[in-house]
């Protein structure tokens, strides 16, 4: 069975700072990759998403993240944060195979101190 | 023009209640899905429906019950609310099963008491 680990449950950080979340997941086969963020009190949304091509994916709001195949990782980052990017963000893995479930991580909140 | 919209926002309701929950998207997606998101924030799939179709329906109660009635609606029916029910509960749609980007409704939190 798949799985997605994130291993930071809760990030602080000062405005500015650069920011980095950690993201494995455990599947052998070919996998599509996500990153969804959850604002305070609102739904989830897209970050960034990859499905083949360049490993390195940009995202909505100078986020990116890079695919490493042998890492089995999909680590996000973002070089200055900002107060508005205090949310809660997920990885989400799904195979190609089977039924396509898409298995989110536990999450990792992020809090920026102006 | 929301893309995926859920009634109700908020739910109290006591244990032992039928309640349900709606959710509709004007995507003209094939797939939607409901996910349960619970206190730690933890999200989890419970079902999706495929053109009318279960396809997926992972390990929850028969108390929970996915109704299709066309394409762009999938309401989700809770029978004997329990308290362990009380949590966020999302509803997505996506064109094709797991490789698409699924867009997710603004959530219903529900709260058993």
């Known amino acids: 069975a798949q799985s997605v680990s994130q291993h930071n449950h809760h990030v602080i950080l000062s405005e500015a700072a650069s920011l980095e979340l950690g993201c494995n997941y455990s599947y052998g086969g070919t996998v599509n990759l996500f990153w969804y963020v959850q604002y305070p009190g609102q739904h989830l949304q897209l970050l960034l998403k990859y499905f083949s091509g360049d490993p390195l994916v940009k995202g909505i709001k100078g986020f990116e993240a890079e695919f490493i195949k042998s890492k089995f990782s999909f680590n996000l980052r973002k070089p200055s944060v900002q107060w508005s990017d205090t949310a809660e963000y997920f990885c989400a893995v799904t195979a190609l195979t089977g039924a396509n479930n898409l298995f989110f991580g536990t999450g990792t909140r992020l809090t920026v101190i102006p | 023009d929301t893309a995926v919209s859920q009634t109700p926002k908020y739910l109290v309701t006591q244990m032992g209640n039928d309640k349900s929950i709606k959710c509709e998207q004007n995507?003209?997606?094939?797939?939607m899905y409901w996910y349960k998101q619970d206190s730690k924030k933890f999200l989890k799939i419970m079902f999706s429906y495929n053109n009318k179709e279960l396809i997926i329906n992972e390990t929850v109660p028969n108390r929970f019950s996915p109704k299709s009635p066309d394409k762009a609606h999938l309401n989700l029916h809770i029978n004997s609310l329990e308290l362990g029910d009380s949590a966020v509960y999302f509803c997505?749609?996506?064109?094709?099963?797991?490789?698409?980007?699924?867009?997710f409704g603004p959530g219903t939190r529900l709260l058993v008491l």
């Open positions: 997505a749609s996506s064109q094709d099963p797991g490789e698409e980007t699924q867009y």
């Open positions: 995507l003209g997606h094939d797939t």
